[in-house]
């Protein structure tokens, strides 16, 4: 059983920083790939970065590119996302989701965390 655990959101103001972390649990992660999304208040849910366990590949959404990184620690078995140069328009739930491979839906999803960014 996939177990995805995310923690780190909180509140900031407007250019300040936070760490997201996802420990992953229940499997072998070797060929999954990682991702982020976040939903908004009345928004849909989308994809902000993702990263392949096997590899340094990784995705970025172009509303977050520059400011956020995505990286693992596979001996550890979590994935971390660095936010920095927060906007208030970055304030949503964001969750942990995991894909079994590249090409493959997001089956299994954290509880989420809030990030809220005050202007």
């Known amino acids: 059983q996939v177990q995805l655990v995310e923690s780190g959101g909180g509140l900031v103001q407007a250019g300040g920083s936070l760490r997201l972390s996802c420990a992953a649990s229940?499997?072998?992660?070797?060929?999954?790939?990682m991702g982020w999304f976040r939903q908004a208040p009345g928004k849909e849910r989308e994809l902000v970065a993702n990263i392949r366990w096997s590899s340094a590949y990784t995705y970025y959404a172009d509303s977050v590119k520059g400011r956020f990184t995505i990286s693992r620690d596979n001996a550890k078995n979590t994935v971390y996302l660095q936010m920095n140069s927060l906007k208030p328009e970055d304030t949503a739930v964001y969750y942990c989701?995991?894909?079994?491979?590249?090409?493959?839906?997001?089956?299994?999803w954290g509880q989420g965390t809030q990030v809220t960014v005050s202007s």
């Open positions: 989701a995991a894909a079994t491979g590249v090409g493959y839906p997001y089956g299994h």
């Open positions: 229940g499997r072998t992660f070797s060929s999954y790939v």
